[in-house]
């Protein structure tokens, strides 16, 4: 790496101990139907099997353990299925939680972050205007505000899902890992350069919301005019620049896949392996696809890591 990482390969091993275990040993495993139509072995990460259906939860969760005791709100802004993670960890401490989504956000993850016991507010149009929306309210409230892809232990509980692919009994040739504010695609980037430096580890975005593989090829922040992406999970047009920076030593590589090639591996990924995703939590099956070519005769490892889609979205992906 081109220098040295701010995220810590003993913290992750610290989450691998302290994260609650209902997010930790997703099963993966080979998909022999996908293998055998891709031309390549496709080892899944099933990472959407947990009570908030996302691998937010790690993170989440091992952020709030390194507060250790913590008075007053905490302040966020997500998508949905980070706000999940950071409400179930502040609920199992007993902490206050406000999150700012946008009014656009699937309603599904809107009422979870609300049954999980936190106070949503619904400001602006899309991810980034509540974020800025969350962080001016912080400023002027004096809660803490909490950044997702900005936190390294955020980075480093995701972490522990590549400390998990690793633990496969063959090299991995080449992992996807969708991109959306960057701590999962940092975490596992930096577990895979420390332990398996040949695996190629490779990001995805949706070709909609390009801002962060524009930053990342470009080695500056690039900010985007929108991110209409059905990919809601992934769909940023302002980048975090400690997550840019740490991407130029995590990831070899970032692609993007299309809206109907990410609806195609919502399907796919419900008639082989019997999962709803989102889209976002589809994207990794969405480059393998893509780009199969040259992934002939690899262990690729495909990352399947958020379920949080309403009915009506499911039908209209599935086409009926």
């Not at 706000?83 to 902490?95: K, T, V």
């Not at 509980?157 to 692919?165: D, K, M, P, Q």
Request: charged share 20%.
């Amino acid at each position: 790496m081109s220098a040295e990482s701010s995220l810590s390969l003993k913290r992750i091993a610290e989450a691998a101990r302290v994260v609650d275990p209902v997010f930790l040993d997703s099963p993966q495993f080979v998909c022999e139907p996908l293998s055998d139509e891709l031309g390549l072995r496709l080892l899944c990460k099933v990472d959407c099997l947990n009570p908030i259906r996302s691998f937010k939860g790690r993170g989440a969760d091992f952020f709030a353990h390194t507060l250790g005791s913590h008075e007053g709100p905490l302040v966020a802004a997500s998508a949905g299925n980070f706000g999940q993670g950071l409400a179930y960890a502040c609920r199992r401490r007993g902490w206050p939680l406000i999150l700012f989504a946008a009014t656009t956000a699937n309603p599904l993850k809107v009422a979870r972050m609300r049954a999980l016991g936190a106070d949503v507010r619904m400001v602006g149009v899309d991810f980034d205007a509540a974020k800025l929306a969350a962080r001016a309210f912080a400023k002027s409230t004096g809660m803490r505000f909490v950044e997702d892809g900005r936190e390294p232990a955020i980075a480093e509980g995701a972490g522990t899902i590549g400390r998990e692919l690793c633990a496969w009994p063959e090299p991995i040739d080449t992992v996807f890992v969708p991109i959306g504010n960057g701590a999962l695609v940092n975490g596992v980037g930096r577990w895979f350069k420390a332990n398996s430096p040949k695996t190629r580890v490779v990001g995805v975005v949706a070709a909609a919301a390009p801002s962060m593989r524009l930053s990342w090829l470009a080695g500056r922040r690039i900010t985007t005019a929108g991110a209409e992406s059905i990919a809601d999970g992934i769909a940023v047009r302002e980048p975090v620049d400690e997550a840019l920076a740490e991407m130029a030593r995590a990831v070899d590589d970032v692609v993007e896949v299309t809206e109907a090639e990410l609806v195609d591996a919502v399907r796919q990924t419900f008639a082989a392996l019997g999962l709803a995703v989102e889209p976002s939590g589809a994207a990794s099956l969405a480059a393998a696809v893509k780009f199969r070519e040259n992934l002939r005769g690899q262990l690729v490892a495909a990352l399947f890591c958020g379920g949080n889609v309403t009915h009506a979205q499911f039908a209209a992906w599935q086409g009926g």
